[in-house]
């Protein structure tokens, strides 16, 4: 079974005391936007958190989503992912890797994804923008667990991804979508003034 895993632990340092996981998305913090995508394939949603309860656990509230604290996210990505993927349940497959601040991921990407991850349930696939430059969601399935559960640092699953370079199958999504990462209030701003 496909678990989708939601990165959602980071500090957000760069929208200088904001929180960009709270921004309003539809009327819903982006957190919350991103969990009810996920949910609405019918998967299971995991998502991977501060470990101190707030804002963000709040938002979250009434949604039935594994919650995974990170103690260490301050340290990097990877760590969300190590805790996340050792947090699946022991009859996950594969795991869709999703960082929550990517508001134009939608649940028909989402499907994509895991429609291309039906048709071929051991490769690893790696979404694309239209013009095929590679970004977000990744999924990986259960033979790279071990390798995601020893990466370290800010890189992400990046060292895995190179480790599997040739075999990884990209799946296009609509426009920039894969590559849409809102960090700063500017990035915010700018993609809210988008027509």
Do not use: Y
């Not at 790696?126 to 259960?142: C, L």
């Amino acid at each position: 079974m496909l678990t989708i895993l939601l990165l959602a632990a980071g500090r957000s340092s760069r929208m200088r005391g904001a929180d960009k996981l709270l921004q309003d998305v539809n009327g819903t913090p982006q957190i919350a936007t991103m969990a009810k995508r996920a949910q609405a394939t019918g998967c299971p949603v995991a998502v991977c958190l501060p470990p101190e309860p707030g804002e963000r656990h709040a938002a979250l509230s009434g949604l039935p989503v594994l919650r995974v604290p990170v103690d260490d996210a301050d340290l990097g990505m990877a760590h969300s992912i190590r805790a996340g993927i050792a947090a699946l349940p022991a009859d996950c497959t594969a795991a869709l890797i999703l960082p929550a601040d990517m508001p134009e991921i939608t649940r028909d990407d989402l499907m994509t994804m895991i429609e291309a991850h039906n048709a071929a349930p051991t490769a690893l696939l790696q979404a694309t923008s239209a013009d095929g430059i590679p970004g977000h969601p990744v999924i990986f399935p259960e033979n790279c667990f071990g390798a995601l559960k020893r990466i370290s640092g800010d890189t992400g699953a990046r060292p895995v991804l190179r480790r599997f370079q040739g075999e990884t199958q990209m799946i296009p999504l609509p426009g920039t979508h894969a590559l849409t990462d809102l960090d700063t209030p500017e990035d915010w701003a700018a993609w809210r003034a988008r027509p």
